[in-house]
């Protein structure tokens, strides 16, 4: 288990979770590194392909935590919880880190990141390779890490060209595993837009009307349009991003189970435990003493 901390899961950018000096990077790959923040529960602003070549890590997204071998590839998307334990052995691969911002500047591709399945909240986030698939990927990780050393024209088009590509294969082979093809009603971009806010903002417990005032829709809009694009109401993910967060704050903190309320903006212990009881089946307490046996 990680080094249990007493704050709230904090939101990194690329810079702040490598560690660079540079304040705005929308941008990078790098050979995988864990380590620091990496091994403390934290989401992301940004979309994170990590393809493992050697070596084994253990990963929990979203809580749900398992081992990465060699030719494993993890996704993360905005807003994920993610987690590792410090592996043991050497490791080799590739850590590719982009915003949506950078995807969206430097090409007119019809790709929309928001649409991609291993990119949803509750997806699979990883996918097992054989060795050929593994070496197929690995030549676009390795034409984006040759374009990134170089400062010539057109550069970013030419990365974002190889980035798509690598969705592209990646989507088909994800689909061909999961059985899990893209939905059928795009997501929208008013849904995309709430459920980042809900990531952001979920420790303020905010309400949908809460919400669709800031996005400046009516709450049945709101409602409708993400019912439409996610297949649950607005509400609904409301509570089931509060209960995850409630999950990693009981099993990761040493937090009390009043703490963990408060922390959550519940201004009434007994209610969040009821709250949690529901949705679970289980106390917060009942709920931590399990995970603990699972160490």
């Not at 992301?44 to 990590?50: K, P, Q, R, V």
């Not at 591709?109 to 949803?120: A, D, G, I, K, T």
């Amino acid at each position: 288990m990680t080094s249990k901390s007493l704050n709230t899961t904090p939101y990194h950018d690329i810079a702040s979770i490598l560690e660079l000096d540079e304040k705005a990077v929308d941008f990078k790959i790098q050979k995988p590194r864990f380590e620091n923040e990496l091994l403390h529960p934290y989401r992301g602003s940004y979309y994170c392909l990590l393809l493992l070549t050697e070596g084994s890590v253990r990963h929990s997204s979203n809580l749900e935590t398992f081992e990465a071998k060699e030719h494993t590839l993890i996704f993360s998307s905005p807003g994920i919880i993610n987690n590792w334990a410090a592996p043991t052995g050497d490791i080799d691969g590739f850590s590719l880190f982009f915003t949506a911002a950078f995807f969206k500047r430097n090409g007119s591709s019809m790709l929309r990141l928001n649409e991609l399945p291993f990119f949803e909240w509750d997806a699979q986030h990883f996918l097992t390779l054989t060795q050929s698939e593994s070496r197929s990927l690995s030549e676009l990780f390795k034409a984006i890490e040759i374009e990134e050393e170089v400062q010539k024209k057109h550069r970013n088009l030419l990365i974002h060209s190889y980035i798509t590509a690598l969705l592209i294969k990646l989507e088909r082979l994800y689909e061909k595993q999961s059985n899990k093809a893209r939905s059928r009603f795009n997501k929208g971009q008013l849904a995309y837009a709430y459920q980042c806010l809900v990531s952001h903002h979920v420790h303020q417990n905010l309400s949908v009307k809460d919400y669709a005032e800031i996005l400046n829709v009516t709450p049945n809009h709101l409602n409708d349009s993400v019912k439409k694009s996610i297949g649950k109401t607005a509400g609904a993910l409301i509570q089931e991003m509060m209960l995850l967060e409630a999950k990693v704050l009981l099993y990761q903190t040493n937090l009390n189970v009043s703490e963990v309320a408060y922390h959550l903006n519940f201004e009434d212990p007994s209610y969040f435990g009821r709250f949690f009881k529901k949705h679970t089946r289980k106390t917060p307490f009942e709920y931590r003493k399990e995970r603990s046996r699972h160490l």
